[in-house]
């Protein structure tokens, strides 16, 4: 099992930043976490859920959503067994509830899932 807890969402001025954290325990991930890759991924109201930043566990191989390159970075801490999402020069559109995820490699699907955290940019 993938335990994922997420933290650092909060309310931010348009142009403004925040910093959030993904932290990850549980036997599998313990026992596997080197063939896991870990994702965020975030739902605005009314809107599917759609895909933000991912990133491999064990090298560190990070993918971005074309809609945030530039403005936001992934990253993990291996001691820590903690993945980071952090965000610059956010919009009043990336206002969502963001999730972190995890999958094992060559899954289609993520498999485990955080319970999210608010993220709301006022203008």
């Known amino acids: 099992q993938v335990t994922l807890v997420e933290s650092g969402g909060g309310l931010v001025t348009a142009g403004g930043s925040l910093r959030l954290s993904c932290a990850a325990s549980g036997r599998t991930f313990y026992g596997y976490n080197i063939a896991l890759v870990m994702g965020w991924f975030r739902q605005a109201p009314g809107k599917e859920r759609e895909f933000v930043a991912g990133i491999t566990w064990s090298e560190g191989i990070t993918t971005l959503a074309d809609s945030v390159k530039g403005r936001f970075t992934v990253s993990r801490d291996a001691h820590m067994n903690t993945v980071y999402l952090q965000m610059y020069n956010l919009k009043p559109e990336d206002t969502a509830v963001y999730y972190c995820?995890?999958?094992?490699?060559?899954?289609?699907?993520?498999?485990?899932w955080g319970q999210g955290t608010q993220v709301t940019v006022s203008q």
């Open positions: 995820a995890a999958k094992h490699r060559g899954s289609a699907d993520y498999s485990y």
